[in-house]
């Protein structure tokens, strides 16, 4: 499925039939962070009443969680004020890193982008679903299909399956397509967003380290070295 044309094709139909603004079907939107949810939100807005629902448990260290979701409040005050579509409202579910460390307990070996990350998609989509389910919300998604790294076809898949579940239709999306991904880092910049390099896990932040630790070692085996200007010798 062709996911970029599947939301493409909803859209139209969407603003053919709330072309006076009128009962607007209502989204329940799981976000990541500001950064990706910045292109998301510009692009959906004009059509839906959005509600973003900041869950997050997969974010290990404390620290890092409240930088992350006060600039997703941040981001979301900012757009409220600048009147880019309906005004969007945000929940912060619980946080609790436990409960990720519980649903991927036995795969802590498992690669990145693997049934690790399967079994976390799986976790936050599906309190996202429940909530929409008892909010009465016409539609629920993810921001999550905007990442190069995350696997939007699984993303979909789970997504899909949970609607069935939960009865509360599933908004299917690649978010990345179409320059999605190349506008969210333009306006990550145009906001000043504090950027992750990482999902937020002890895993992909181990990971993270390694590949730099790799970089770093054969751009001393090469006899590159990086001068304070940035440049390169």
């Given at each position: 499925?062709?996911?970029?044309?599947?939301?493409?094709?909803l859209?139209?139909?969407?603003?053919?039939?709330?072309?006076?603004?009128?009962?607007?079907?209502?989204?329940?939107?799981?976000?990541?962070?500001?950064?990706?949810?910045s292109?998301?939100?510009e692009?959906?807005c004009?059509?839906?009443?959005?509600?973003?629902?900041?869950?997050?448990?997969?974010?290990?260290e404390?620290?890092?969680?409240?930088?992350?979701?006060?600039?997703?409040?941040?981001?979301?005050?900012?757009?409220?004020?600048?009147?880019?579509?309906?005004p969007?409202?945000?929940?912060?579910?619980?946080?609790?890193?436990?409960?990720?460390?519980?649903?991927?307990?036995?795969?802590?070996?498992?690669?990145?982008?693997?049934?690790?990350?399967?079994?976390?998609?799986?976790?936050?989509?599906?309190e996202?679903?429940?909530?929409?389910?008892?909010?009465?919300?016409?539609?629920?998604?993810?921001?999550?299909?905007?990442?190069?790294?995350?696997?939007?076809?699984k993303?979909?898949?789970?997504?899909?399956?949970?609607?069935?579940?939960?009865?509360?239709?599933?908004?299917?999306?690649?978010?990345?397509?179409?320059?999605?991904?190349?506008?969210?880092?333009?306006?990550?910049?145009?906001?000043?967003?504090?950027?992750?390099?990482y999902?937020?896990?002890?895993?992909?932040?181990?990971?993270?380290?390694?590949?730099?630790q790799?970089?770093?070692?054969?751009?001393?085996?090469?006899?590159?070295?990086?001068?304070g200007?940035?440049?390169?010798?």
């Amino acid at each position: 499925m062709n996911y970029r044309r599947e939301l493409e094709k909803l859209l139209e139909r969407l603003e053919g039939e709330h072309r006076e603004g009128e009962n607007a079907p209502s989204l329940f939107l799981h976000s990541c962070c500001a950064p990706c949810s910045s292109y998301v939100l510009e692009y959906l807005c004009p059509v839906f009443r959005i509600t973003v629902f900041y869950f997050n448990p997969n974010i290990s260290e404390d620290a890092e969680y409240l930088r992350r979701v006060e600039e997703q409040k941040r981001l979301i005050r900012t757009y409220n004020r600048e009147e880019r579509g309906y005004p969007v409202s945000v929940v912060e579910g619980d946080y609790d890193p436990q409960l990720f460390f519980r649903t991927v307990r036995g795969l802590e070996d498992c690669p990145e982008g693997g049934e690790r990350c399967f079994r976390c998609y799986d976790l936050r989509l599906r309190e996202t679903a429940r909530q929409a389910a008892a909010g009465g919300y016409d539609f629920f998604g993810t921001t999550l299909t905007i990442s190069p790294l995350k696997n939007a076809e699984k993303l979909n898949e789970i997504g899909q399956a949970l609607a069935e579940e939960y009865g509360v239709a599933w908004l299917f999306s690649d978010f990345k397509k179409k320059d999605g991904y190349k506008r969210s880092v333009e306006l990550s910049a145009q906001y000043d967003l504090y950027r992750q390099d990482y999902c937020g896990c002890v895993f992909s932040k181990a990971e993270r380290e390694k590949v730099r630790q790799e970089k770093g070692n054969n751009e001393k085996n090469s006899g590159i070295i990086v001068r304070g200007n940035g440049k390169s010798f």
